[in-house]
């Protein structure tokens, strides 16, 4: 048994060798690597700024209707809260796989755009709509009182929300927020079914030019094992942050 397990061991350290150092296959590893961080970058950057914006008009107060202005701006903001209500029951209700492809297929069939953009933008929509729930959660979580303190001191609604209500809700929501992290990169896998070279794809690319499966599956699941690793480990030094800080 002992003779097999060292062989099988030998045997394995050379074909990785040979796969990975002699043909470079690692460089194509280090490729999705580095496209899986990128777009899942850009998704967050976009999932974030779709996600305080939906917050922000599903937390906001329906106006008076008071005159012919007043009268407009009620109906914008009615229309705004169930615009935003329906999106996030559609995408939070539908595949992010579908969403991807229909993005590429569809939104994007004619346009001149790369992969990393499409995967990108569709993958910050589907983020957008769990990030706007985690935000509008983190700004209702702020004692109201902040409100009313910072109109107290004759700040407006926007001006109190910007510099009292927001940077709070913020520090409340990093741990949420590298959470939200960590499943992006893990949901980045599917961006193949569009093409993109993500670290799923870069060891489909591997796999089917030496039929070997097994290193570069164990290599990819390392990488992100490591990653979400970094990640969780950073998230729970925020949160004894956050604790302490309270």
């Known amino acids: 048994m002992e003779n097999f397990l060292t062989n099988l061991l030998g045997e394995q350290t050379v ?19 580095k496209w899986t961080l990128g777009l899942t970058a850009i998704a967050l950057i976009i999932g974030l700024l779709i996600g305080i914006f939906i917050a922000l008009v599903q ?3 329906l106006p008076k209707k008071s005159g012919f202005l007043r009268s407009c701006w009620y109906y914008i903001v009615k229309f705004l809260k169930w615009i935003t209500r329906a999106y996030i029951y559609i995408i ?9 492809v229909l993005m590429w297929n ?5 346009a001149t755009i ?3 953009w499409v995967g990108g933008i569709a993958f910050g929509i ?3 709509a769990y990030m706007a729930e985690l935000i509008r959660a983190g700004i209702q979580g702020i004692d109201k009182g902040q409100m009313e303190a910072g109109r107290s001191l004759g700040l407006g609604y926007g001006q109190t929300m910007r510099h009292v209500i927001l ?7 990093l741990p949420a927020f590298v959470s939200e992290f960590i499943i992006l990169i893990k949901e980045t896998a599917i961006i193949g079914f569009i093409g993109g070279l993500d670290l799923m794809k870069a060891q489909d690319i591997i796999m089917s030019r030496t039929f070997n499966a097994l290193q570069p599956l164990l290599i990819v699941g390392v990488c992100y094992f490591i ?10 030094q925020i949160e004894k942050k956050v604790n302490v800080s309270k």
Do not use: C
């Open 15 to 33: 074909l990785f060798y040979k796969t990975f150092m002699e043909q470079k296959y690692y460089t194509v590893i280090w490729e999705g690597l």
């Open 106 to 110: 569809v939104v994007f069939a004619n």
């Open 92 to 100: 939070r209700g539908t595949p992010s796989v579908l969403q991807i």
């Open 126 to 128: 589907n983020s957008g």
């Open 227 to 236: 990653i979400t690793s970094l990640l969780t480990v950073f998230m729970r």
């Open 59 to 61: 937390i906001s107060v």
């Open 114 to 116: 790369d992969r990393i």
């Open 167 to 173: 940077p709070q809700a913020f520090i409340q929501m």
